[in-house]
């Protein structure tokens, strides 16, 4: 089976085309044009999907070395995410349905972050997740702990109150002066920092859910005070601030996840969404993973972790093979809904 499968859920385009588990090609064009507002601007986000979708499909047809005739059915994210960008996806879907007569696939996309570990070596173990497993999905619209008993059988057990990881790292960077994409430029300004010279007091938050909103204060408060004393309190400090930020969000995340271990009796853990891609955040698991034998971790390769066309491509293949087919008149949406 040729599936392939079209991303278009916030600013990156991205599409790939896989046979079975296999990738063919996996294209991403990304919007650079953001970078000078320090955020996703939506109207302008639909504008270069709209440009870039057609050049990523061609390009990604002509990398497979296929026909695009040979391609059986066409799979893209209905939501969650920006409308104009969705609404891009889904018409261009859509179409490419109609003209090559081939059956239209809807994806939810967090979903699709989690079965991007069923695409062949999409992870550093290079195999596939037994199930039962617990993902820990982390992303810039999502922080949620899924009991995933099967392909389409997922469920919620943690949630958080407020907002996701990925936008804690991108405010937090954003309040250092470190801009868009705020998540990966504070992961690599750790790298020189030591993450235990500021400590931060962490959320607490009942059973598995996961707030971040109050920890965001806590550091803006906490970085005002400082540059009262010292204006150049940043600037000195730059690299081990974003280390012991880092530091902390990991351990919030491990925490919860041993938690969610201890309660459900499940050590098989998988990581998925952009947050997922963290360095600090992949150390600290495989660590703990390592001092504890019971522990199985599966994380995926970086251009797994974050919005990648694979993972919509291939849970269409798993929908195609329950014949979940969908209809033309399918219409996207922007808040998660139920798996
Ligand atoms: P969702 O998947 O929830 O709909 P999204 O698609 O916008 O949201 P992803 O692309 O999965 O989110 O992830 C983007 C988020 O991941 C951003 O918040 C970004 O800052 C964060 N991120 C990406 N790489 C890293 C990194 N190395 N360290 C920390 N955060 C990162
Ligand atoms: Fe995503």
């Known amino acids: 089976l040729i599936i392939i499968g079209i991303e278009s859920t916030c600013d990156d385009t991205a599409v ?33 999907h709209d440009k870039n979708l057609y050049l990523a499909v061609n390009q990604a047809i002509f990398l497979s070395r296929i026909d695009k005739y040979e391609i ?30 081939i059956p239209l696939l809807t994806v939810n996309h967090v979903q699709a972050h989690i079965l991007v570990h069923f695409i062949q070596n999409a992870n550093i173990n290079n195999s596939f997740p037994k199930f039962p ?11 949620q702990i899924i009991k995933v008993n099967d392909f389409f059988k997922m ?35 750790s790298k020189s920092g030591y993450s235990k010279k500021f400590n931060f007091s962490k959320p607490n938050v009942n059973e598995l859910d996961f707030s971040f909103s109050g920890f965001k204060s806590h550091i803006f408060q906490f ?44 050590f098989r853990i998988v990581l998925a969404g952009g947050v997922s891609a963290n360095n600090e955040i992949r150390r600290n698991f495989i660590l703990f993973a390592k001092r504890n034998k ?4 599966f994380i995926p390769k970086k251009k797994y972790s974050i919005d990648n066309g694979a993972m919509i491509a291939i849970t269409g293949l798993f929908k195609y093979k329950k014949n979940f087919f969908d209809s033309i008149n399918v219409t996207p949406y922007t808040k998660f809904q139920k798996f």
Not at 133 to 143: A, D, E, K, P, R
Not at 294 to 297: R, S
């Open 72 to 101: 059986d059915a066409v799979s893209f994210s209905l939501g969650p995410g920006l409308i104009g960008s969705l609404l891009v996806g889904a018409s261009f879907a859509k179409s490419f349905s109609i003209g090559l007569k």
């Open 223 to 266: 970085i005002k005070k400082k540059l009262k004393k010292d204006s150049f309190f940043i600037k000195n400090n730059l690299a081990d601030l974003c280390a012991s930020v880092q530091r902390t969000i990991s351990e919030i995340l491990l925490e919860k996840i041993h938690k969610a271990t201890i309660k459900t009796g499940i």
């Open 294 to 297: 019971k522990w199985e971790i």
């Open 16 to 48: 790939s085309i896989i046979n079975n588990r296999e990738v063919l090609s996996n294209v991403i064009i990304r919007q650079k044009i953001h970078k000078k507002y320090g955020g996703v601007v939506p109207e302008l986000a639909s504008r270069f």
């Open 155 to 189: 469920e919620i057990i943690g949630s958080t109150l407020d907002d996701s990881v990925g936008d804690a790292f991108d405010k937090i960077a954003r309040m250092l002066g470190i801009y868009y994409p705020g998540g990966p430029l504070l992961d690599r300004f």
């Open 133 to 143: 497993f617990l993902c820990l999905m982390i992303s810039g619209g999502h922080t």
